[in-house]
């Protein structure tokens, strides 16, 4: 065709010959397009196929779900045997392993179809499945049986989805045991239950009215009430909120933010030129003496460690380990020390729950200093994670579709004064929100927040009210509040200005009902996590996701719909609270950073491919960055001291707009001496001059709790 259209150019018009070419270049294209379908089997079998996908439209998947699952039968049968793995359900429901049963005594079977009656000759019950699995099971024209390939991937599909919800219980398990088995009995929650309450801030102390089940939903009943009540008075002269009053959609103006003043510019400038050049190592070594959160490891027996120098030997492997640095690349840059020495030490005289007794004495520390008063009063705590890149080849490495790369979480709990109060090593496909709550109750420090800020992950209805029943005040950055449902107090509430809000009206109506039905359960779950019988990472992950047969999760859903309903109007019509949770997000991303400019060994690719020496690495290096913030809150102070002699006025809300997070002054690189380790320095002064009242007085009045005198 390329020879015709060349002889006749030049004996046709143009016209003649565009379209002799365009004929060429359409026999080509499709000379390619039939030799790809034939590498594909020809088209008789893609026109199959597209036949196949288009008989089952209406998203009705489930029928060619066994074409990807079938090459790994003989795998799922051979798991759900016994002698592997014991299923039992957690309730009477039984449903689903009574079709897993039926399944087993067919797993010979090969023809296409099978009986759908049991050995007693009862029909298998599978009443559980959905419409379209019911659908792909079931054959009309073969009354009495069952499609084999579609039942049994029904079977193992609602088997799984059972299990993750916690409906079906593995015996013998740890992570997928009986949760319910971990709860206390009510009789043994009922003898403490009256001091939880008071602890936790749902009753005071003294009070004569029994808190029962009716207590309980009145409260939540007031709580939703007045939030809402004064939403709806404050909303005429609420400048920051517009609600469309034919979709019901919120919408906030945009809020400039203040600028530094130049005061605090000039604050700022000032400490940062006089911050004394420090070493890392120096640093660690300093701390050592002062806290000495050094004496919290040693040895598993728990006797004295037999090293020469066990401060020194301590404080050099914190500084390698919370670098994440290797302990023989470290030994080439650490004059005295083999990698074989910093390496035993660290894994056999440094644990998990040492190094977290470590990082509470930093903790502890810190908050004893004057000067954390000017970044807050730790009542307020910020919860974020950030990616960590780690090798391929371990249990706990997956691809994060949030962070794009494979790799884990470092998941971290900040207090409002920059401290790290927490922090976890978590997978990339776990829900981050089950952690929220972990941290808190696993934090041993003096320091102990009652409010809870988090990203978006914190949204989940089971967060909210396992938040409440343990006294914390859960208020997350929202971002895509304009989706979320509001709930009514009942079918008969309406409000004046912001009933759009709460949509149709009758609808979107907590079953209040249902809350106190099921109030024991309540009280037994909250306690039992409180007294660690039962962890709440355990727990959120089995009410992640409604299961029918779950009243638990059913119970938690509705508590967490009044509870988020709650601090939805309170964000909407509180620009102050917003902009306190977005300082306090703000914050905990920074630590990210700083965190990760601190771990700079290895690229910052966390070496290890062991679970818990990565729970380790993460440990140290919170460890490192909490001393590289103490020390750097001493250094400020310091200097305040000297502007203060030098006759500066130091405004309190100036110094609160300096971040600790200072790194211009650290020296991470080069020849790392061992010299300051066998220098003890003097005391730390941990009193500053400087009168930090009126930023609570601020606090108190922003929150709502007080006025200015």
Same mark, same amino acid.
């Given at each position: 065709?390329?020879?015709?259209?060349?002889?006749?150019?030049?004996?046709?018009?143009?016209?003649?010959?565009?379209?002799?070419?365009?004929?060429?270049?359409?026999?080509?294209?499709?000379?390619?397009?039939?030799?790809?379908?034939?590498?594909?089997?020809?088209?008789?079998?893609?026109?199959?196929?597209?036949?196949?996908?288009?008989?089952?439209?209406?998203?009705?998947?489930?029928?060619?779900?066994?074409?990807?699952?079938?090459?790994?039968?003989?795998?799922?049968?051979?798991?759900?045997?016994?002698?592997?793995?014991?299923?039992?359900?957690?309730?009477?429901?039984?449903?689903?392993?009574?079709?897993?049963?039926?399944?087993?005594?067919?797993?010979?079977?090969?023809?296409?179809?099978?009986?759908?009656?049991?050995?007693?000759?009862?029909?298998?019950?599978?009443?559980?499945?959905?419409?379209?699995?019911?659908?792909?099971?079931?054959?009309?024209?073969?009354?009495?049986?069952?499609?084999?390939?579609?039942?049994?991937?029904?079977?193992?599909?609602?088997?799984?989805?059972?299990?993750?919800?916690?409906?079906?219980?593995?015996?013998?398990?740890?992570?997928?045991?009986?949760?319910?088995?971990?709860?206390?009995?009510?009789?043994?929650?009922?003898?403490?239950?009256?001091?939880?309450?008071?602890?936790?801030?749902?009753?005071?102390?003294?009070?004569?009215?029994?808190?029962?089940?009716?207590?309980?939903?009145?409260?939540?009943?007031?709580?939703?009430?007045?939030?809402?009540?004064?939403?709806?008075?404050?909303?005429?002269?609420?400048?920051?909120?517009?609600?469309?009053?034919?979709?019901?959609?919120?919408?906030?103006?945009?809020?400039?933010?203040?600028?530094?003043?130049?005061?605090?510019?000039?604050?700022?400038?000032?400490?940062?030129?006089?911050?004394?050049?420090?070493?890392?190592?120096?640093?660690?070594?300093?701390?050592?003496?002062?806290?000495?959160?050094?004496?919290?490891?040693?040895?598993?027996?728990?006797?004295?460690?037999?090293?020469?120098?066990?401060?020194?030997?301590?404080?050099?492997?914190?500084?390698?380990?919370?670098?994440?640095?290797?302990?023989?690349?470290?030994?080439?840059?650490?004059?005295?020390?083999?990698?074989?020495?910093?390496?035993?030490?660290?894994?056999?005289?440094?644990?998990?729950?040492?190094?977290?007794?470590?990082?509470?004495?930093?903790?502890?520390?810190?908050?004893?200093?004057?000067?954390?008063?000017?970044?807050?009063?730790?009542?307020?705590?910020?919860?974020?994670?950030?990616?960590?890149?780690?090798?391929?080849?371990?249990?706990?490495?997956?691809?994060?579709?949030?962070?794009?790369?494979?790799?884990?979480?470092?998941?971290?709990?900040?207090?409002?004064?920059?401290?790290?109060?927490?922090?976890?090593?978590?997978?990339?496909?776990?829900?981050?929100?089950?952690?929220?709550?972990?941290?808190?109750?696993?934090?041993?420090?003096?320091?102990?927040?009652?409010?809870?800020?988090?990203?978006?992950?914190?949204?989940?209805?089971?967060?909210?009210?396992?938040?409440?029943?343990?006294?914390?005040?859960?208020?997350?950055?929202?971002?895509?509040?304009?989706?979320?449902?509001?709930?009514?107090?009942?079918?008969?509430?309406?409000?004046?200005?912001?009933?759009?809000?709460?949509?149709?009206?009758?609808?979107?109506?907590?079953?209040?009902?249902?809350?106190?039905?099921? @109030? %024991?359960?309540?009280? *037994? !779950?909250?306690?039992? +996590?409180?007294?660690?019988?039962?962890? /709440?990472?355990?727990? #959120?992950? $089995?009410?992640?996701?409604?299961?029918?047969?779950?009243?638990?999760?059913?119970? @938690? %859903?509705?508590?967490? *719909? !009044?509870?988020?309903? +709650?601090?939805?109007?309170?964000?909407? /019509?509180?620009?102050? #609270?917003? $902009?306190?949770?977005?300082?306090?997000?703000?914050?905990?991303?920074?630590?990210?950073?700083?965190?990760?400019?601190?771990?700079?060994?290895?690229?910052?690719?966390?070496?290890?491919?062991?679970?818990?020496?990565?729970?380790?690495?993460?440990?140290?290096?919170?460890?490192?960055?909490?001393?590289?913030?103490?020390?750097?809150?001493?250094?400020?102070?310091?200097?305040?001291?000297?502007?203060?002699?030098?006759?500066?006025?130091?405004?309190?809300?100036?110094?609160?707009?300096?971040?600790?997070?200072?790194?211009?002054?650290?020296?991470?690189?080069?020849?790392?001496?061992?010299?300051?380790?066998?220098?003890?320095?003097?005391?730390?002064?941990?009193?500053?001059?400087?009168?930090?009242?009126?930023?609570?007085?601020?606090?108190?009045?922003?929150?709502?709790?007080?006025?200015?005198?």
């Amino acid at each position: 065709m390329d020879e015709v259209a060349t002889r006749l150019e030049g004996r046709v018009s143009p016209a003649v010959l565009a379209l002799v070419k365009a004929q060429v270049l359409q026999a080509d294209g499709f000379g390619a397009v039939t030799r790809a379908v034939e590498g594909f089997g020809g088209f008789a079998k893609q026109y199959e196929q597209i036949e196949k996908v288009s008989a089952h439209h209406a998203n009705f998947w489930e029928v060619l779900l066994y074409g990807q699952i079938g090459r790994d039968r003989a795998v799922m049968f051979d798991l759900a045997d016994n002698d592997k793995l014991k299923f039992t359900a957690i309730s009477e429901d039984s449903r689903v392993l009574d079709a897993l049963a039926h399944a087993q005594r067919h797993q010979a079977a090969r023809g296409e179809y099978i009986t759908a009656f049991n050995e007693e000759g009862k029909e298998v019950d599978i009443s559980f499945a959905t419409q379209n699995w019911r659908k792909a099971v079931v054959d009309k024209t073969r009354t009495g049986q069952f499609v084999r390939k579609h039942f049994e991937a029904m079977v193992f599909t609602a088997l799984a989805e059972e299990r993750r919800t916690g409906d079906v219980a593995v015996v013998g398990s740890e992570e997928y045991a009986d949760w319910s088995e971990q709860l206390l009995a009510w009789e043994v929650v009922q003898e403490t239950l009256g001091s939880y309450l008071v602890e936790v801030g749902l009753a005071e102390a003294g009070e004569s009215t029994d808190f029962d089940a009716t207590f309980f939903r009145r409260q939540l009943e007031d709580k939703l009430r007045g939030a809402a009540a004064a939403a709806d008075a404050g909303y005429p002269e609420n400048d920051g909120l517009v609600i469309d009053l034919e979709t019901g959609i919120p919408s906030l103006k945009a809020h400039r933010a203040d600028g530094q003043r130049p005061s605090a510019k000039r604050l700022e400038q000032e400490i940062k030129a006089r911050m004394p050049e420090r070493s890392l190592m120096g640093i660690v070594a300093r701390t050592a003496y002062w806290v000495e959160w050094w004496r919290r490891f040693g040895p598993p027996s728990g006797n004295e460690p037999k090293l020469t120098d066990p401060l020194g030997r301590y404080v050099i492997v914190t500084f390698v380990k919370g670098t994440n640095m290797g302990p023989y690349e470290a030994a080439r840059h650490i004059p005295g020390v083999s990698g074989h020495e910093l390496s035993y030490v660290a894994n056999k005289h440094f644990s998990i729950v040492l190094l977290n007794e470590a990082i509470a004495d930093l903790v502890n520390a810190h908050a004893r200093l004057d000067i954390s008063q000017a970044w807050g009063d730790g009542t307020a705590v910020a919860a974020d994670s950030t990616h960590m890149d780690t090798y391929l080849d371990n249990l706990l490495s997956e691809t994060s579709v949030r962070y794009g790369k494979p790799g884990g979480i470092a998941y971290h709990h900040v207090s409002d004064t920059y401290i790290a109060l927490f922090t976890h090593f978590i997978p990339c496909g776990v829900w981050e929100a089950v952690y929220i709550i972990e941290g808190l109750l696993k934090n041993t420090s003096e320091v102990q927040p009652t409010t809870v800020h988090a990203d978006t992950q914190g949204q989940s209805f089971p967060v909210f009210a396992l938040a409440h029943l343990l006294g914390f005040d859960l208020m997350p950055r929202i971002r895509n509040w304009k989706e979320l449902t509001f709930y009514r107090l009942s079918k008969q509430t309406e409000y004046v200005h912001i009933d759009a809000l709460f949509g149709e009206p009758g609808k979107n109506v907590i079953d209040f009902d249902l809350i106190e039905s099921q @109030f %024991r359960h309540l009280m *037994r !779950v909250a306690v039992s +996590v409180r007294e660690g019988t039962i962890s /709440s990472s355990t727990l #959120l992950k $089995r009410l992640r996701s409604g299961s029918r047969k779950n009243a638990t999760y059913a119970a @938690f %859903r509705e508590v967490g *719909r !009044v509870i988020r309903t +709650v601090q939805l109007l309170r964000y909407l /019509s509180d620009a102050p #609270l917003r $902009r306190r949770v977005t300082a306090a997000t703000n914050k905990v991303e920074s630590f990210n950073r700083f965190s990760q400019w601190i771990g700079f060994g290895n690229r910052g690719v966390i070496a290890d491919n062991d679970p818990i020496e990565q729970e380790k690495a993460m440990k140290f290096n919170a460890l490192l960055t909490n001393m590289v913030i103490f020390h750097n809150a001493l250094d400020i102070a310091e200097i305040i001291r000297q502007l203060l002699e030098e006759g500066w006025e130091i405004d309190p809300e100036d110094l609160a707009h300096i971040s600790p997070y200072l790194t211009e002054h650290v020296n991470r690189f080069g020849e790392y001496s061992t010299h300051e380790l066998g220098i003890q320095p003097e005391a730390y002064d941990p009193k500053l001059d400087v009168d930090f009242t009126p930023l609570r007085e601020q606090s108190l009045i922003a929150a709502g709790l007080g006025q200015a005198a």
